[in-house]
């Protein structure tokens, strides 16, 4: 299914994650701690500007070699996976693809560089309803002066930028939401503390507020009232990606309890002879050989400019809640021995994947994505 240079690209991102990632995944999750000393050595390899063009420093793959980046990067750590993940997809794709030619020199090489974007769009009280956003952006004479808080956010502390959504009619009926692109250390932009959370514990999670922040037409992305297209836009791509992210968790936790179920002996042999072992190992790797499917096939609809906003929510439900049932199970397999500490890192991912069902709209979210569109097709 995948092509020779697919294939290549593949053992490239796999070798580079477990020399450069891997040896040190234990370690961010147990100091929660942000790898900043990786982004160099990611943009080095391409990884922080797969959508960027080439003419602002990007090194571009199609979307397929995107998943299976972001699949590699999260077999052995899933808080580098999300960072990634967010970055391209939600920091660099809007910038890319809404932003003006002025707007794409400023941002892109940086991000290509190493300096991460992030997204801001969830808030306290909007959520799954997006449209419920509270940040408003208020004209001024030449100026916007924006208040609201974000929560949540992927890199917030160490983006460079942020796009954000903020409400631009005086109107509190009237839904009209705008994207901005806000930057570090503009007056006004600050972020809270990194969130304490269950997984994901080396990526960067945490609030972002605005108090009375002045930005002018040039922080505008696209026209007044196109944000929330935007960001429906932005968000069917960006499933693809945290449908991966959940692949490749799953794989880890496969990978894990195969090591384990080889190596641990009961009566002179190895668990993996067992009958019921064996039949948990064929379910999680048919489940996760599905997932993989539907995801490659949302990537190639992608890339052939077909409409792929449902398989992109088919793909990312179904991945995220394959990625927890396999963490699960190689639990249940390794049991006792299922600490993070030591070679078999099965605790940790099932903590890492969760997010994965909630993150970029719950599975919840997606019923109602796919439902709809089925509905549509209809008419």
């Known amino acids: 299914m995948l092509s020779k240079n697919q294939l290549e690209y593949r053992e490239k991102i796999r070798a580079f994650a477990e020399e450069k990632i891997a040896p040190q995944a234990v370690s961010l999750d147990l100091q929660q701690r942000f790898p900043t000393e990786y982004l160099k050595p990611l943009a080095e390899m391409g990884l922080m500007s797969m959508i960027i063009p080439e003419e602002y420093g990007g090194r571009p793959v199609d979307t397929v070699c995107y998943s299976i980046a972001v699949e590699e990067l999260s077999r052995v750590c899933g808080s580098t996976g999300i960072t990634i993940a967010a970055h391209n997809s939600l920091g660099a794709f809007p910038i890319y693809r809404f932003g003006n030619e002025d707007q794409k020199k400023k941002y892109l090489p940086k991000a290509a560089a190493g300096e991460l974007l992030a997204f801001g769009l969830t808030e306290p009280d909007a959520g799954s309803d997006a449209g419920g956003t509270k940040t408003f952006a208020k004209r001024d004479g030449d100026q916007w002066i924006i208040n609201g808080s974000k929560c949540f956010i992927t890199s917030a502390s160490h983006a460079m930028a942020t796009i954000s959504t903020a409400r631009t009619s005086d109107d509190p009926k009237d839904p009209t939401i705008t994207c901005f692109i806000l930057e570090k250390g503009m007056p006004g932009y600050s972020a809270g503390k990194k969130e304490n959370k269950l997984g994901l514990r080396g990526s960067d999670t945490s ?4 108090d009375d922040l002045k930005a002018t037409d040039e922080h ?10 935007q960001m429906l836009i932005t968000l069917d791509g960006g499933r693809i990606s945290i449908g ?5 968790l799953a794989q880890g936790a496969l990978d894990c309890a195969l090591k384990y179920a080889t190596e641990h ?30 995801i490659y096939e949302a990537s190639m609809l992608k890339d052939s400019g077909q409409p792929f906003s449902r398989l992109s929510a088919m793909a990312k439900l179904y991945a995220s809640e394959v990625g927890t049932r396999v ?47 089925l509905l549509k097709s209809l008419k």
């Not at 505008?220 to 297209?229: Q, R």
């Not at 991966?244 to 490749?248: E, F, I, R």
């Not at 064996?278 to 539907?294: G, H, V």
């Open 207 to 210: 609030s972002l507020h605005f």
């Open 327 to 373: 963490a699960a199970a190689a639990l249940g397999i390794l049991l006792e021995n299922g600490q993070y500490t030591g070679p078999y890192p099965a605790e940790r991912i099932w903590r890492d994947v969760k997010l994965c069902e909630i993150g970029e709209g719950t599975s919840e979210i997606q019923r109602l994505v796919i439902g709809r569109d």
């Open 244 to 248: 991966a992210m959940a692949l490749g």
């Open 220 to 229: 505008l992305l696209g026209k007044v009232g196109e944000g929330f297209k």
């Open 265 to 294: 002996r009961q009566n002179g042999k190895p668990i993996a002879y067992g009958q019921g072992v064996q039949f948990s190992l064929a379910d999680m790797a048919t489940e996760i050989e599905a997932a993989r499917l539907l």
